[in-house]
């Protein structure tokens, strides 16, 4: 699928990733925003990172550090990916899951200056959020790929 409203994508699905065919609006919905949290324009924005992230957002990243939602706010304009001038995060192989109502578990691959990381993450509806709110990340870990596991 396309980004929504682009030409093949008649339903207006927010999935930018060929890997999931016709998904639920709420996967497509998760999709984008892990696809959002990686683009410099959003990491460098901490309003509209925490548009995308839950107020419970816990994340176990790839080299081990637990965050909190108030760090990841404050240090992801910092991190790797946050400049059109870096290297950006190259995401594949995603394959999701929707829990429940709601509830969409995403699985995925990245790739960033060589070094490759298999991603989780998990997508919520705050049933207490305002009306209208959409998805948030509510949990997420990145895990080092090792080079002799490296699939082609």
Do not use: K
Not at 40 to 65: I, N, Q
Request: with cysteine.
């Amino acid at each position: 699928m396309t980004a929504p409203g682009t030409p093949g994508d008649p339903e207006g699905h927010a999935c930018a990733n060929p890997d999931i065919a016709d998904p639920d609006p709420d996967i497509a919905a998760a999709v984008a925003g892990e696809l959002a949290l990686l683009d410099p324009a959003v990491r460098v924005s901490r309003a509209r990172a925490a548009e995308l992230l839950d107020p419970g957002f816990v994340e176990v990243g790839a080299s081990g550090r637990r965050w909190t939602y108030e760090e990841m706010l404050a240090d992801l304009p910092e991190m790797s990916g946050a400049t059109e001038a870096e290297p950006r995060y190259e995401p594949a192989a995603f394959a999701a899951a929707l829990l429940a109502p709601g509830v969409v578990h995403l699985t995925y691959e990245t790739l960033l200056d060589g070094r490759r990381a298999r991603r989780s993450s998990l997508w919520r509806r705050d049933p207490d959020a305002p009306a209208g709110t959409g998805l948030r990340m509510y949990y997420h870990q990145g895990t080092p790929v090792p080079e002799a596991d490296v699939q082609p």
